[in-house]
């Protein structure tokens, strides 16, 4: 659909350029075609800018549908959960889920199965896993038929498995299985993480199958713990890491040495900042599909590439954008469009009649979702500018950010 409306729109404006030049013959014919032509395009504008609208419209509805989805799930889960009756093994269900509302982040990082982990766990509390249990008996989880997301407790209190080398003999078992590469952020969503187990000084003497990790919302992990190689190998859960528990949900777990864990308040969200302002430094003639505005003034974010002439919205959010020209030459129409995700949605439309020059300023208001386009389009007529003259500028600004 896209491909068809826009290449109705190139043909349109295309005819308006072309009627423009002829329009200078004084033919009245052309005049009466150009004024409904004028029509014609405010209308199309009018229906760029509402098919733009409606895009940002349904991939909201999308959004929302996908939380719904997870949430339908969720409860399905729970349901499963307490239908089932409590089996009296150390394996048991989790069910910490409801204290934690869905949050954005979690969206999207679901299991092949569509299920997110951190609500679908079950519970592996097993306290001859920790790090301060020698081997009175000695386990090896290759006998375990893993099945699933695992979250690991000691007595009740949920824990971490360690991101160093685990001394031999410790974790019920004589090679104990720790985490290479440390845990993840929640952002990361489902990593994939190596595993080693120590011994003989060797703190990968076996280097066992990786497992998967997701960090969930409420300061804690789920592991997708697979067979280990040999016997004996267990995966370890660290005492030191009891200390995350105790975080609060403005909080993090964190660890300089990996060693002692402390809680630490997560640094308020910045506000995105986001403005530009570039010139085109010298004239425009005809058709320029991207204007590569290459002075670039002011860059705060980033956002705008001088090589391209394309913005690149960093954010969703409401943006707000301004274009400008000279133009010039008696009877020739100018015409700038800005292109939004290849919507032509705003036109700087100059058109003198005695010789003279003025100048045309442009903007344009919008929400835009993160990775939207932007840029300008000469697409006909004369522009003209120097180094020095900052006529042809393209500038714009996030006002509000939407998380
Ligand atoms: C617990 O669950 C396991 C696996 O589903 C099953 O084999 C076992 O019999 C159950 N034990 C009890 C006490 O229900
Ligand atoms: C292991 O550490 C925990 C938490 O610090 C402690 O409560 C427990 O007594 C320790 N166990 C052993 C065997 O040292």
Redesign the pocket.
Known sequence: MQMGVSSIQMLSVLLVCVASTKQTEGSYALKMWSKEDQALREQLALMYKEIEALRHDQSLMKQKQEDMTQAVMHCTQMQADTDK?V???S?EKGSTSMLYSFSQEEEGDVTDEGLNPCYSYKSLNQDWRATNYSTRQVSCDRNVRWNGWYRLFYRGKSIQMPELCVKRERCGTHAPLWLVGGHPRKRDGIVTRKICGHWNNNCCAFQSPPIQVKACQGNYYVYKFVQPLACHLAYCADVNTLACGKCKKNEICTSKDKIKWFCKKTKRRVKAKVHFFAAYPGSLSGKVNRIRYSKVYVNVGGAFNRLTGVFTAPVKGIYQFFFSTQAARTGRKTDLWLVVNSYWVSVSHTHVSVSNTVGALSTYMTTLRKGALVYVTHNCGNSYANSASNTIVFGGSLLLAQT
């Open positions: 009756e089996n009296v093994t394996l």
